[in-house]
């Protein structure tokens, strides 16, 4: 059984950082490039950063570029997500997803609908 599983959520006050993990159970994710959603009540999911299966090409989400660092250690089958400078509006649940075909070396997944795997994820909230 594959699992996702979400850590390092918390209260932090505004301008303040947080570090995610997510570690992977029950299959290699190596060769797989991994995301982090976020999603509040009434919203659809968001995309937030994806990292390729050799953590050598990133992408991020507009509201989080220069703020948010996604990395990966293949070797702990475990996919991290550095944020600084949070603000209100990044107050949301952090979800960890996963793709089940094998990537190729520059694919990153910007889209839900892409992912096949996802973790219960973790609260983070952000106050003012």
């Known amino acids: 059984q594959v699992q996702l599983v979400e850590s390092g959520g918390g209260l932090v006050q505004a301008g303040g950082s947080l570090s995610l993990s997510c570690s992977a159970s029950?299959?290699?994710?190596?060769?797989?490039?991994m995301g982090w959603f976020r999603q509040t009540p009434g919203k659809e999911r968001e995309f937030v950063a994806s990292?390729?299966?050799?953590?050598?090409?990133?992408f991020y989400a507009d509201s989080v570029t220069g703020r948010f660092t996604i990395s990966r250690d293949n070797a702990k089958n475990t996919v991290y997500l550095q944020m600084n400078d949070l603000k209100p509006e990044d107050t949301a649940v952090y979800l960890c997803?996963?793709?089940?075909?094998?990537?190729?070396?520059?694919?990153?997944?910007?889209?839900?609908?892409?992912?096949?795997?996802w973790g219960q994820g973790t609260q983070v909230t952000v106050s003012s």
């Open positions: 029950g299959r290699d994710f190596s060769g797989n490039a």
């Open positions: 990292i390729s299966r050799s953590g050598s090409f990133t």
């Open positions: 997803a996963g793709t089940a075909q094998a990537a190729q070396a520059m694919d990153v997944m910007a889209r839900a609908y892409e992912y096949d795997y």
